[in-house]
């Protein structure tokens, strides 16, 4: 930089004008008079000088600029612009809701998009969600560990107060006269909300919501369905370490070339819960039992694992995993990332998988010690980088619809119908077994496992709706249709690959 304004300070040019030679600077004008100058020539000279002068600083700055505009491309850092925070919605406080998530990571995410709804078409200001810490994984992160919390307040000022703490007023008052709280009726309308709920504003100021999960139904007006889904896909942005370690993962997968996200919930937890041992011995069928007897909001004891998965109600085995891959023509060389905790049974009970499909790996094996060990002892944080994982990923499949299936699909619907094959259990089951027994040749099972999911793609469909009968319908968070561009006046517009 101090090159260059010596440059335009000392630089000196010479212009010859008939016999006049001029001597011109910056910072001044000096003109050597010659001996045979021409009669008239001092009248001139005047304005001569200054237009030259001119002349030659223009010059001089066209060629510096130029200069300096070779250097600006290739050298100059590109930063992102600031987000753009709209400014706060004024509107009247009816009172402080305060709400306490349960379950995991995905169940608390959709829960909070469901309390924001709440906030904003009750009026209410919104204290920041706690998250759940007595679930089965014991994970003690709270909001600003998994969510850039400040983010998420500026995005949504323009619809809803949301404040970390209450204010120092409230506090005294929760102490001294306690906390109102409540579990708001599950799959609920807003007219509950507004009928019922609301009164207790009024009369407490503070109201805590001890439950989260599908407290709102599947089927809601569009605005509050839109509200949804802005803090879903907007506002919940993961904390910037998260975010850096996700992007991380995935660009090492992409080095390598296209990778499936395989959600593979065959996990103890989850077998236990489930009840469902399939590919399980004596030892590890007793070890799940007594896990879920152990647990006790786990309410279903007596469960029979046969009639279950037939049902298609369990999680696919790793083995049964391999066989649905194979059948749908998925590359034997493609990445099979997978987005799971530790699977039951370990490298053992993964053989088959990785016979099949050699290039198997996870976080763990992509990432160092050191990489992963901020994020190492909390489950929810760990979640969140196979959940960005999942939806950068060229292929998402579950083994079973949890919700990380149903929330990933979602997203990945929003994002442009991203391919998500949502298996249906009922089917598949049926015709693995039938292929296992000698029934169907591979190429005629291979067929029938193709067709039948033909329109289980992530394209555009139609939500099912079972007024009256929430737990039978098509889940909001799966399939957001009042979100999508895609879908008007609830009909698809054209099917999309």
């Not at 407290?215 to 509050?224: A, D, I, K, Q, T």
């Not at 194979?326 to 060389?333: G, L, M, Q």
């Not at 099972?445 to 009968?469: C, D, I, T, W, Y």
Request: glycine letters at 6%; hydrophobic letters at 40%; proline letters at 6%.
């Amino acid at each position: 930089m101090e090159d260059s304004k010596r440059g335009f300070e000392e630089e000196e040019a010479f212009v010859e004008y008939g016999k006049v030679e001029l001597k011109c600077s910056v910072n001044g004008i000096r003109a050597e008079k010659p001996k045979n100058l021409v009669i008239g020539f001092d009248l001139f000279r005047p304005w001569m000088l200054v237009i030259t002068t001119m002349m030659v600083l223009l010059w001089l700055v066209a060629l510096q600029l130029a200069s300096m505009g070779k250097n600006i491309g290739s050298t100059a850092v590109k930063f992102d612009p600031p987000p753009y925070f709209p400014p706060p919605r004024a509107y009247n406080n009816e009172g402080y809701l305060m709400v306490t998530c349960n379950g995991g990571l995905n169940q608390m995410r959709a829960g909070i998009c469901d309390m924001v709804a709440i906030a904003r078409f009750l009026n209410l200001t919104l204290v920041v969600p706690e998250l759940d810490e007595t679930s089965f994984w014991h994970d003690n992160s709270q909001f600003k560990d998994i969510w850039d919390v400040d983010y998420f307040i500026k995005s949504l000022a323009d619809e809803v107060r949301i404040i970390k703490h209450l204010p120092p007023r409230l506090r005294k008052q929760v102490q001294r006269d306690g906390l109102y709280s409540m579990p708001p009726v599950s799959w609920s309308n807003m007219s509950y909300y507004y009928n019922t709920v609301f009164p207790r504003f009024r009369k407490y100021e503070v109201v805590r919501f001890t439950k989260t999960d599908a407290r709102l139904g599947n089927n809601l007006p569009v605005e509050v369905q839109k509200m949804r889904c802005r803090v879903n896909y907007e506002a919940l942005r993961f904390t910037p370490a998260i975010e850096e370690m996700g992007k991380k993962i995935i660009s090492i997968l992409r080095e390598k070339g296209p990778f499936l996200v395989l959600h593979l919930r065959y996990e103890m937890d989850m077998l236990a819960f489930s009840g469902c041992t399939a590919g399980c011995n004596q030892t590890e069928v007793e070890e799940l039992t007594r896990m879920r007897y152990a647990i006790p909001w786990w309410k279903e004891k007596e469960i029979d694992p046969k009639s279950r998965r037939e049902a298609g109600l369990c999680p696919l085995t790793p083995l049964e995993t391999a066989i649905t891959l194979r059948a749908f023509s998925i590359d034997p060389k493609m990445q099979i990332y997978i987005a799971a905790g530790d699977i039951y049974g370990g490298n053992k009970r993964l053989a088959a998988l990785k016979a099949s499909y050699p290039n198997l790996v996870k976080k763990e094996t992509l990432l160092s010690s050191s990489d992963l060990k901020p994020f190492q002892n909390y489950s929810n944080q760990m979640a969140a980088l196979d959940y960005l994982v999942s939806l950068d990923s060229d292929i998402f499949l579950p083994t079973y619809g949890g919700n990380m299936a149903k929330v990933v699909e979602s997203h990945r619907r929003y994002l442009g119908y991203r391919m998500t094959i949502s298996l249906d259990r009922l089917v598949l089951i049926s015709l693995i077994d039938q292929y296992k027994n000698g029934t169907l040749k591979w190429n005629e099972f291979s067929q029938a496992v193709k067709s039948a999911h033909a329109n289980r793609m992530g394209s555009p469909s139609q939500r099912l709706q079972f007024p009256g009968e929430p737990k039978l319908e098509d889940y909001f968070y799966t399939n957001p249709q009042e979100c999508l561009p895609s879908i008007v006046a609830g009909k698809p517009v054209k099917e999309m690959g």
